[in-house]
């Protein structure tokens, strides 16, 4: 098989002749090939690809199924969750209104106000809560 990296890439058309040594490269080196093998070997990944995406189409339905229809499955839905390596979570999105008081040190002329607002931030500290958005509303001075 020859392996000339300084081959001219001709571009296929429409039709081409199936029997044709084409030239493709493998890693990092090029390699002879039968056009219809080369062919067979794309229909072939993309019938992998619509399987895996089918697959993870079917989990993700069993998956919401279980957890949707959890109080009338009981344990069953996590037997069924282990079997498959599921994780029975969903996220959730939820406003949260709060209120704060805090303590802030200022230099005489700094404006507390916005030092509060610029600085003031909410964390999860790394629990399975996920702070997407927060903003300062007000501030008002005790």
């Known amino acids: ?37 080369v062919e067979y070997g794309f229909k072939r990944l993309d019938s992998f690809r619509a399987i895996a995406n089918s697959q993870t189409y079917n989990i993700e339905a069993v998956k919401e199924y279980l957890i949707d229809n959890y109080d009338d499955l009981g344990s069953h839905a996590d037997e069924i969750a282990t079997l498959l390596e599921l994780e029975l979570t969903r996220e959730i999105e939820y406003t949260v209104t709060m209120s704060a008081t805090v303590t802030v040190t200022v230099a005489p002329g700094e404006d507390a106000d916005s030092l509060i607002i610029d600085n003031l931030y909410i964390d999860s500290h790394n629990s399975n809560i996920c702070v997407d958005d927060y903003e300062v509303d007000s501030t008002n001075e005790s």
């Open 1 to 37: 098989m020859s392996t000339d990296a300084n081959a001219t890439p001709v571009p296929l058309s429409e039709s081409y002749d199936l029997n044709a040594t084409i030239l493709i490269q493998v890693g990092s080196e090029f390699v002879e090939k039968n056009a219809l093998e």
